[in-house]
Nanobody
Framework: EVQLVESGGGLVQAGGSLRLSCAAS????????IGWFRQAPGKEREGVSC????????YFAQSVKGRFAISADNAKNTVYLQMNSLKPEDTAVYYC????????????????WGKGTLVTVSS
């Protein structure tokens, strides 16, 4: 059974950092496209960053380029999202999602979803 469990969300001041973790089970993260998506109140879910580790490919939304980094730890079967220089507009529920591919950071193309973790950035 495929499961994705997010952790690491919380309340942080603008300019601060958080690291989100997505622990995967039922498949190997190296074999799937793994992504982070977010949904703010009243807004559509959007792709933030995705990784296809075996292909060495990553994607970042323009709004987070230079501030966020994504990485995969095959030994822990976990994908991380390091978020730096956080802004109030980064406030959202962050979801981890996975798909065998080849869709990259396409909300409609991801098959498996976690339950999300809330990130709140105060000004």
């Amino acid at each position: 059974e495929v499961q994705l469990v997010e952790s690491g969300g919380g309340l942080v001041q603008a300019g601060g950092s958080l690291r989100l973790s997505c622990a995967a089970s039922g498949f190997m993260v190296d074999d799937y496209v793994i992504g982070w998506f977010r949904q703010a109140p009243g807004k559509e879910r959007e792709g933030v960053s995705c990784i296809a580790n075996d292909a060495g490919a990553t994607y970042f939304a323009q709004s987070v380029k230079g501030r966020f980094a994504i990485s995969a730890d095959n030994a822990k079967n976990t994908v991380y999202l390091q978020m730096n220089s956080l802004k109030p507009e980064d406030t959202a529920v962050y979801y981890c999602a996975a798909d065998p591919g080849p869709a990259m950071c396409d909300v409609s193309g991801m098959t498996y979803w976690g339950k999300g973790t809330l990130v709140t950035v105060s000004s």
